[in-house]
Antibody
Framework: QVQLQESGPGLVKPSETLSLTCAVSGYSITSGYYWGWIRQPPGKGLEWIGSLYHSGSTYYNPSLKSRVTISVDTSKNQFSLRLSSVTAADTAVYYC????????????????????WGKGTTVTVSS | SSELTQDPAVSVALGQTVRITCQGDSLRSYYASWYQQKPGQAPVLVIYAKNNRPSGIPDRFSGSSSGNTASLTITGAQAEDEADYYCNSRDSSANHHVVFGGGTKLTVL
């Protein structure tokens, strides 16, 4: 059974860098799939932060791209999120998730979905 | 980036059928996936690839798609179905980018 577990500081000061790790168990990151981060501010909806493939290819939400880095440590079977210059607006529950899917081709529809999620970790930005 | 639009709130009487919709340009090329989120919990995938249910998801949940609109239908809604529901798809403007709808709060009366 594939499981994801987020970890990291629950409190980060404004202007500092938020760092989280997602440990993957029951599946090797190098075997496939994309791996990503999603966040949810208090009382609001889900926001995709970015994803990576085990080869190191990364994809970021344009609204966060200048501040985000997602990286993988295949030796530990985990991937990480760094978000720099945080403000109170970055206060949220942060989830890691596994993403599956296929690309659209010709008249054949594609699909993306996130089938395994971590429980989430709350990060508060405050001095 | 593209957007997915959902109604903020929908209600349904216990045992009745409810449809939750999601609109967006990306849905012309990519099927939506649907997630259920209960308070204090992580989202759970309930429908993917148009109308596929992961193991453990009741068959009262179904999905459909037409043009730029995807729908999640709950046939015979139960009290435990009260939750927030989010649609999700690929961003039509960028490969491997993902977009979520704003979410629909489902109330079971």
């Amino acid at each position: 059974q594939v499981q994801l577990q987020e970890s990291g500081p629950g409190l980060v000061k404004p202007s500092e860098t938020l760092s989280l790790t997602c440990a993957v168990s029951g599946y090797s990151i190098t075997s496939g799939y994309y791996w990503g981060w999603i966040r949810q501010p208090p009382g609001k909806g889900l926001e995709w932060i970015g994803s990576l493939y085990h080869s190191g290819s990364t994809y970021y939400n344009p609204s966060l791209k200048s501040r985000v880095t997602i990286s993988v440590d295949t030796s530990k079977n985990q991937f990480s999120l760094r978000l720099s210059s945080v403000t109170a607006a970055d206060t949220a529950v942060y989830y890691c998730a596994r993403r599956a899917g296929i690309a659209a081709a010709g008249s054949t529809m594609g699909y993306y979905y996130m089938d395994v999620w971590g429980k989430g970790t709350t990060v508060t930005v405050s001095s | 980036s593209s957007e997915l639009t959902q109604d903020p709130a929908v209600s349904v009487a216990l045992g009745q059928t409810v449809r939750i919709t999601c609109q967006g340009d990306s849905l012309r090329s990519y099927y939506a996936s649907w997630y259920q989120q209960k308070p204090g919990q992580a989202p759970v995938l309930v429908i993917y690839a148009k109308n596929n249910r992961p193991s453990g998801i009741p068959d009262r949940f179904s999905g459909s798609s037409s043009g730029n609109t995807a729908s999640l239908t709950i046939t015979g809604a139960q009290a435990e179905d009260e939750a927030d529901y989010y649609c999700n798809s690929r961003d039509s403007s960028a490969n491997h980018h993902v977009v979520f709808g704003g979410g629909t709060k489902l109330t079971v009366l």
